[in-house]
């Protein structure tokens, strides 16, 4: 079946403590990205990546990083988070920019 | 830069009546148009889409809309809601390997009895 999955689905962490989320897709894209979604302010994106080792920052990228050693999978890590970063975060992948996306289930991030 | 409105917050309707959701672009060239859907705890599933051709796309779930080059519209439109249907419809705007997609903020749809 041809998924974006995501892990973890919940998390509650500290400030200053690093996360990694996972991301990783089946359908061989090229394009993948972050978004955050907060109440009032939609979607939002975070880094983005048009290739494997090429990823560009999207709107939001401050606290946040990415790689993507392999064409499957697309982390995003926060080094060191704040509260300002509790939000729930989508990883997507498309074929090529602009192209319809398809989207991981959401991570719920807390940070206390 | 292109961007995307969606006008209404938040829309209530009565199961079974008809729905329209409003989504506006600004570009200068004919975009790739989306609508997605999310129901409460899950992620974003695609809807529709238009690329080119007929101006009356169908979707899954009843859904359909259509693309209007001089309003610079694409609304969402359902016959007759249904309660499973309550949940946030977002649109979105792409050009093919150039642009990333951009989003609407979204509109809340309740359906009520």
């Known amino acids: 079946e041809a998924q974006v999955t995501q892990n973890p689905r919940y998390l509650i962490t500290v400030t200053g403590k690093k996360l990694t989320v996972t991301c990783s897709q089946n359908?061989?894209?090229?394009?993948m990205s972050w978004y955050r979604q907060d109440p009032g302010l939609g979607l939002r994106q975070i880094y983005y990546?048009?290739?494997?080792?090429?990823?560009d920052k999207g709107d939001v990228p401050e606290g946040y990083k990415v790689s993507r050693k392999e064409k499957r999978n697309f982390p995003l890590i926060l080094e060191s988070p704040s509260p300002n970063q509790t939000s729930l975060y989508f990883c997507?992948?498309?074929?090529?920019?602009?192209?319809?996306?398809?989207f991981g289930p959401g991570t719920r991030l807390t940070v206390l | 830069a292109q961007s995307v409105t969606q006008p209404d917050i938040h829309i209530t309707v009565s199961e079974g009546a008809s729905l329209e959701l409003r989504c506006n672009y600004s570009?200068?060239?004919?975009?790739?148009l989306f609508w997605y859907v999310q129901s409460p705890g899950q992620g974003l599933q695609l809807l529709l889409k238009?690329?080119?051709?007929?101006?009356l796309v169908q979707g899954i779930k009843g859904f359909e809309a259509e693309f209007k080059r001089s309003q610079s519209s694409f609304n969402l439109r359902k016959p007759s809601v249904h309660w499973s249907d309550a949940a946030e419809y977002f649109c979105?705007?792409?050009?093919?390997?150039?642009?990333?997609?951009?989003f609407g903020k979204g509109t809340r749809l309740s359906v009520i009895a």
């Open positions: 359908m061989n894209h090229e394009y």
């Open positions: 570009y200068g060239a004919t975009p790739y």
């Open positions: 979105a705007v792409g050009i093919s390997g150039n642009t990333p997609l951009v």
């Open positions: 990546s048009m290739n494997v080792e090429v990823t």
């Open positions: 997507a992948s498309s074929l090529l920019r602009g192209d319809e996306q398809f």
């Open positions: 238009y690329f080119s051709g007929d101006t």
